[in-house]
């Protein structure tokens, strides 16, 4: 038996004490309660690089989604924050969540979109004869409204 074990999870731990950027620091403080338990566990701000704040993902799934949702979660860390945050460039990383299952993309929530923004999307697919596939693009024109906004 060697006596050698590993140290790759306490290197990885250790080494993501932020001691540089109280930015980071900050942001992980409130990461969880701003972006959500479920997100949290997947992600996690680990630096500054330019002006942008690096938030390593569990997947390139988690990479994708959360670009996606970037400015809604620039907008809670912001509340979170009591300051503007700077803007958020996720990356497939290292993330302190070991042993939390399955990796799984994350569910958006749908945002309902208001009365304004379901007459803009009626407007918008007014031009299109087959009234299903209307349908279906007005549903698309207001969910991407809501989203937006």
């Known amino acids: 038996m060697s006596d050698l ?6 290197v990885r731990r250790l080494g993501r ?7 980071v620091a900050e942001a992980r403080r409130v990461w ?3 972006v959500g338990e479920e997100v949290a566990r997947r992600s996690l701000p680990v630096r500054r690089s330019g002006d942008a704040l690096v938030v390593h ?3 390139s799934s988690w990479a994708s989604e959360l670009t996606l949702l ?12 009591g300051r503007e945050p700077p803007p958020l460039r996720f990356e497939v990383g290292d ?6 299952g399955p990796v799984t993309a994350p569910q958006a929530t749908p945002l309902e979109p208001t009365a304004e923004q379901l007459l803009q999307a009626r407007a918008l697919a007014a031009g299109i004869a ?10 698309a024109i207001a969910s991407s ?3 937006d906004s």
């Open 130 to 139: 087959d009234p299903e596939l209307r349908a279906a693009a007005e549903r």
């Open 145 to 147: 409204l809501a989203r």
């Open 57 to 59: 993902c569990a997947s």
């Open 5 to 10: 074990q590993r140290i790759d999870r306490d």
């Open 95 to 100: 993330v302190d969540a070991p042993d939390v």
């Open 32 to 34: 969880s309660s701003a």
């Open 17 to 23: 004490v932020p001691e540089v950027d109280p930015m």
């Open 70 to 81: 970037e400015s809604r979660l620039r907008r809670r860390l912001e509340a979170a924050l």
